[in-house]
């Protein structure tokens, strides 16, 4: 009698070793889910009027120096262009800098290789109406081909979280009116 309770008390204690140690072993691994990376990214209706531009960001998280590639790609320049405006989101909380903003032929990273500017395109920029509109006026238009350009900001990350969109307007050579560029969404954590 006495083996048959310790037989069954045993088995209890098996099954409960068994049943437990998966949930005792995956504790540690709860510790990082903050960091975990959703699998979907926020993204606007395509058929509002919205075009998504491609960008690049060293740093994601607030109060961190970033720097920031808004690329320009030959799919989105249809003519050359003689003048680009940004409209800079309100909730966008750091402080630009005419000095930290920079406009480059850029080579757009992957894989294998890093997003590098590859030379300066010589242009004036202005900041107007508080850091809320961005004017760039290349010294010679950019040009409609197969490089790749970007505007380059050197910041600190704002210490408000959240997505920030950015509009780009382009002006083409022999006209007066910008068009519409697209847009650039870009996540502070």
């Known amino acids: 009698m006495f083996n048959k309770q310790k037989k069954h008390f045993l088995k209890i204690r098996l099954l409960k070793l068994l049943f437990f140690s998966p949930v005792l072993f995956s504790i540690p691994l709860f510790n990082n889910i903050k960091d975990a990376n959703a699998g979907i990214e926020f993204q606007w209706n ?3 009027g ?18 920031i590639y808004f690329f320009l790609r030959p799919n989105v320049r249809r003519n050359d262009l003689i003048k680009l405006n940004l409209s800079i989101p309100k909730n966008f909380k750091a402080k630009l800098k005419e000095e930290k903003i920079s406009l480059c032929k850029v080579r757009i990273g992957g894989f294998d290789s890093r997003t590098k500017c590859l030379e300066n395109v010589p242009a004036d920029i202005e900041l107007k109406n508080d850091n809320g509109s961005l004017d760039i006026y290349p010294h010679s238009p950019i040009p409609f081909n197969k490089d790749s350009y970007a505007v380059v900001f050197k910041i600190y990350n704002p210490s408000k979280t959240g997505l920030n969109q950015f509009h780009s307007y382009g002006q083409p050579s022999g006209k007066t009116v910008s068009s519409y560029l697209g847009s650039w969404t870009i996540r502070i954590d």
């Open 46 to 48: 395509e058929d509002s």
């Open 50 to 67: 919205f075009k998504s531009l491609n960008w690049f960001q060293k740093e994601n998280k607030r109060r961190f120096r970033n720097t």
